[in-house]
């Protein structure tokens, strides 16, 4: 399929992208670089340098890629961020994303993967969390992507655009080629490789008084490779829905420092730090629906995997992209 990928030079992105070309697809990726790096872009793909803000060029963008479906990243994600200015969230992942549905049913899309979240739920009330939870999100940046997802609903119903929405929990790990790399890091798993990597003398665990066993918060890390097999699961025709993806197992922060000492072979001092705002103590998915309805099945489940993988990743880039 010819597939256009929004948001093509970032972390997850750039990952998707790589699958998509592995597995045949046609691939024209568009970013604005504010996020993302270009040397993330697989080589293989067509690049377009561009702003989701002007619908006229994005509908020219997506018609001359000549898209069967359209693949939609590009997004501000960080739940902090969002709390202090709320207008970027909404103007980048709903105004933004609205130009890209309309030019995607002008095009005569027939399919739109979207990269929604966990934090659509908020706290949730039981876990492992499936999809039929209540979506109450406590920040912006979830509230934003719920927006969006109303929408593909709307979109679906009216103009008859199928959709797959993929809610993501923690995406960790690296391919051979690309991997993480944010110009303000706020993640877990490369903020604890910065240490052996000679970058920062400590890791800060924010919060040790989580009502959890070892008193910090427990989330579920997938790595970036399975979740790109799922949105190419999610390209043929007839799939349409929302669905978690996870791998059902939770870790808490001191387990994921364990793992990364065990990986880079040296103890990682941390520093404790009181909660950041915003955390629910415990997120982990159940992923049945994917398994079930796309034959979604993880290839790297263990966080060992996915920890190596972002180490090697870090090792052989310890400045990340170049530009
Ligand atoms: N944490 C630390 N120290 C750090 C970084 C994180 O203790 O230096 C803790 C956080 O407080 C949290 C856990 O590690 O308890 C995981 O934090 P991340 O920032 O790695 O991931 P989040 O679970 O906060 O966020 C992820 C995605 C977001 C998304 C959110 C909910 O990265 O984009 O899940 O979907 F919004």
Redesign the pocket.
């Known amino acids: 399929m010819k597939v256009f990928v929004t948001g093509g030079a970032g972390y997850i992105g750039s990952v998707c992208v790589e699958e998509l070309l592995n597995a045949g697809h046609d691939v024209t990726v568009f970013d604005n670089l504010t996020e993302g790096h270009r040397s993330a872009v697989d080589k293989r793909a067509v690049f377009v340098l561009a702003r989701a803000s002007d619908v006229e060029t994005i509908t020219a963008a997506v018609r001359h890629a000549k898209a069967d479906a359209v693949v939609h990243f590009a997004a501000n994600?960080?739940?902090g961020e969002s709390m202090t200015n709320p207008g970027k969230y909404f103007r980048n992942n709903v105004c933004n994303g609205l130009n890209l549905l309309d030019a995607a049913v002008a095009a005569g899309v027939k399919k739109f993967v979207f990269s929604s979240?966990?934090?659509?739920y908020g706290p949730p009330d039981r876990v492992p969390m499936t999809e039929d939870l209540p979506q109450r999100p406590i920040?912006p940046?979830?509230e934003s992507k719920l927006m969006f997802e109303k929408m593909l609903h709307w979109y679906r119903q009216i103009h008859g655009l199928e959709f797959v929405a993929f809610?993501?929990?923690?995406?960790?790990g690296a391919s051979e080629k690309f991997g993480e790399h944010h110009r303000v890091e706020?993640?877990?798993?490369p903020?604890?490789l910065q240490v052996p990597l000679g970058r920062a003398d400590h890791?800060?665990?924010?919060?040790t008084d989580y009502p959890t066993p070892d008193g910090?918060?427990i989330?579920d890390y997938i790595h970036i490779i399975d979740l790109a097999q799922a949105h190419i699961l999610a390209l043929p025709a007839g799939r349409q829905g929302f669905y978690n993806l996870g791998n059902g197992d939770g870790y808490s922060?001191r387990q994921?420092i364990h793992v990364c000492e065990k990986t880079v072979g040296r103890p990682i001092p941390t520093v404790e730090?009181p909660?950041?705002a915003?955390?629910p103590p415990k997120?982990v998915a159940s992923a049945e629906k994917a398994a079930h309805e796309l034959g979604w099945k993880p290839r790297y489940p263990k966080l060992e995997q996915i920890v190596a993988h972002a180490w090697r990743w870090h090792q052989a880039h310890p400045d990340g992209y170049p530009d």
């Open positions: 994600a960080q739940v979240t966990c934090a659509t920040n940046y979830g809610r993501y929990f923690n995406a960790a706020t993640h877990l798993i903020n604890i890791v800060e665990i924010f919060g910090t918060c989330r922060v994921v730090k909660r950041r915003g955390d997120l």
